[in-house]
């Protein structure tokens, strides 16, 4: 069975500071890859994805992630934390092994605090 | 840019009845889900659904739960005899099709139960 592993359910970083959210995977075959963020009160946005091809993926409001398929990680980045980062990040995976809808498993979250 | 849009957004019920969750998924998405999140914890997938049934489901969705797409845009979750522990957020998500497809997600009903 696939799982998602966020190393830090908390992470505090200064403004302006580098951002780095950690997610392991365990995975039989490659997997899709995928970080979420959630604002207060607000669903889940997709902030990045891997699927295939180049394995340094860009998202939006600048954070990017890399894929490591010998470490199995695909950790979440960003070079200079903004006060409006602040907010609970996920990490999920899903494969085609399954015959459905391959539904994500989703670690269990990492909540960033940008300090002024 | 398309939304996929949840109704109501907080609904309190009292223990043992029934509740149904509604949600309106992107217009051409084929791929339909239900997650939830209880406070606290990770999101956890409940339901896919696809060509009009359940193609995949959790041990979590048990006979207490059901899904319909009663027409051509909602697609609900209905939680008969509701329980304490079934407080949650629950997140219905939609994609276009399977797989490296994002899927797209509503902002959540978060159901209380007293």
């Known amino acids: 069975a696939q799982s998602v592993t966020q190393l830090g359910s908390h992470v505090s970083v200064s403004e302006g500071a580098l951002v780095l959210l950690r997610c392991n995977y365990s995975?039989?075959?490659?997997?899709?890859l995928f970080w979420y963020v959630q604002y207060p009160n607000q669903g889940l946005q997709l902030l990045l994805k891997?699927?295939?091809?180049?394995?340094l993926v860009k998202g939006i409001n600048g954070f990017e992630a890399e894929f490591k398929k010998s470490e199995t990680s695909f950790h979440l980045t960003k070079p200079s934390a903004h006060m409006s980062d602040a907010a609970e990040y996920f990490c999920?995976?899903?494969?085609?092994?399954?015959?459905?809808?391959?539904?994500?498993?989703f670690g269990k979250g990492t909540r960033l605090s940008v300090i002024a | 840019e398309p939304e996929v849009t949840q109704t109501p957004s907080h609904q309190v019920t009292q223990m043992g009845q029934e509740v149904i969750l509604r949600c309106v998924p992107i217009?051409?998405?084929?791929?339909f889900y239900w997650y939830r999140q209880i406070l606290g914890q990770k999101v956890e997938f409940l339901v896919s659904?696809?060509?009009?049934?359940?193609?995949?489901k959790s041990e979590i969705f048990d006979d207490q739960f059901s899904v319909e797409r009663p027409d051509g845009s909602n697609f609900t979750l209905k939680i008969r005899s509701t329980k304490l522990e079934d407080s949650a957020m629950y997140f219905c998500?939609?994609?276009?099709?399977?797989?490296?497809?994002?899927?797209?997600f509503g902002d959540g009903t978060r159901l209380s139960i007293l």
């Open positions: 998500a939609s994609s276009p099709s399977r797989g490296y497809q994002p899927q797209h």
């Open positions: 217009s051409n998405h084929l791929y």
């Open positions: 999920a995976v899903s494969d085609l092994q399954n015959s459905g809808n391959t539904p994500l498993v």
């Open positions: 659904f696809y060509n009009n049934e359940i193609s995949e």
């Open positions: 995975s039989s075959v490659p997997p899709y």
């Open positions: 891997y699927t295939t091809g180049a394995t």
